[in-house]
T-cell receptor, first 112, second 114 residues
């Protein structure tokens, strides 16, 4: 069905700590899972994505893990910096409607 | 490459007035999306075009919203008449082929209905 749940809605961490955001989806046929970062007043921009033929993907300080059996995927940010402060959205395709469903977003605060 | 262009960037209107937004996607991108983003929420898909055909418009309030994609390139989204609850950012995005790909977003149009 059309449902993407994202948790937590707000996350506050100290600079240098790690942050983890989790999303669950309901369409078992989904096979593309992007994460977008939206800074205040700006457009969402892709930061990392993963396809269902892999379980993990890394790009410097960010990584995404995918568990297709449990139908959830997570964003991991290590060594957080103040500039990581933003709203992060996960998204998953709803193959029944050939469209993408976005999560509600996680507001990340990185305290210096 | 040039990004997704949108205009206007800001619009203030009174309720019951009409308004139109314009979007020019990245050249060669077949899929175009219009999203409504209310403050503090994730983008909500209003309509999705594949070339100049509609793929999904299930969440478009068709009694007041309309959209078209001319010749499979530019698109316009219209609201007539506007309501207070239409105040939001309207984001246009495009992707190369389909929905299971990276979406590139425009800067958005911030609409305030008074």
């Amino acid at each position: 069905g059309e449902n993407v749940e994202q948790h937590p809605s707000t996350l506050s961490v100290q600079e240098g700590d790690s942050a983890v955001i989790k999303c669950t989806y309901s369409d078992s046929a989904s096979n593309y899972f992007p994460w977008y970062k939206q800074e205040l007043g700006k457009r969402p921009q892709l930061i990392i994505d993963i396809r269902s033929n892999v379980g993990e993907k890394k790009d410097q300080r960010i990584a995404v893990t995918l568990n297709k059996t449990a139908k959830h995927f997570s964003l991991h940010i290590t060594e957080t910096q103040p500039e990581d402060s933003a709203v992060y959205f996960c998204a998953a395709p709803y193959t029944g409607g050939f469209k993408t469903i976005f999560g509600a977003g996680t507001r990340l605060f990185v305290k210096a | 490459e040039a990004g997704v262009a949108q205009s206007p960037r800001y619009k203030i209107i009174e309720k019951r007035q009409s308004v139109a937004f314009w979007c020019n996607p990245i050249s060669g991108h077949a899929t175009l999306y219009w999203y409504q983003q209310i403050l503090g929420q994730g983008p909500k898909l209003l309509i999705q075009f594949q070339n100049n055909g509609v793929v999904d418009d299930s969440q478009l309030p068709k009694d007041r919203f309309s959209a078209e994609r001319l010749k499979g390139v530019d698109s316009t989204l219209k609201i007539q008449p506007a309501k207070l609850e239409d105040s939001a950012v309207y984001l246009c995005a495009s992707s190369l082929a389909g929905y299971q790909e990276t979406q590139y977003f425009g800067p958005g149009t911030r609409l305030l209905v008074l």
